[in-house]
């Protein structure tokens, strides 16, 4: 989880000087939707932490309630972290006026190779998540799977505006 937090932070600060170097809407929401990916993951540390603490006291024959669970608590509060930054950048989109982007080809290239970093996230969180059974950790490499998705339209958008084909506002 610190090196999946290490690494989303290195793409998230990407992310930020392609916007200010591309004016993309689509470069934007997904500046900020890698910002969110930083509180994310920093949840799923705290769950695996707390994980921990929980197993501890069970190994001491402790009662623990199941629906006290801090890995699925956590999961469902991702969920819904997401749910509500996917609302917040679809508001944004649907209200913001679209503005002429720079440099989409260089841009568009960037992101694509971008998307390689969330694959590698996706593939290391997914095999921890097997080795450690932990569901926070599978949720969250779930996640990085669609930020590689989001990465590759993004970039892809950009290099169709780079001929001529604006999808920027609705990627």
Do not use: C
């Amino acid at each position: 989880a610190l090196i999946s937090l290490a690494i989303i932070s290195l793409l998230t600060l990407a992310k930020f000087v392609a916007y200010y170097f591309s004016g993309s809407l689509a470069v934007y929401s997904e500046a900020w939707h890698s910002f969110s990916d930083i509180a994310t993951t920093l949840l799923v540390i705290a769950s695996i932490w707390l994980g921990a603490r929980r197993k501890e006291k069970m190994d001491e024959g402790k009662q623990i309630r199941p629906w006290t669970d801090p890995e699925r608590l956590i999961a469902v509060g991702i969920s819904f972290w997401l749910f509500i930054i996917a609302a917040t950048i679809l508001i944004q989109a649907l209200s913001s006026k679209a503005e002429p982007v720079s440099n989409p080809l260089i841009t568009g290239l960037v992101f694509i190779i971008l998307s390689l970093g969330s694959y590698f996230i996706y593939r290391y969180q997914a095999i921890a998540a097997e080795a450690e059974s932990s569901s926070a950790l599978k949720a969250d490499s779930q996640h990085n799977r669609t930020d590689m998705v989001i990465s590759l339209l993004t970039g892809f958008s950009l290099v169709f505006y780079a001929i001529g084909v604006d999808l920027d506002r609705y990627i």
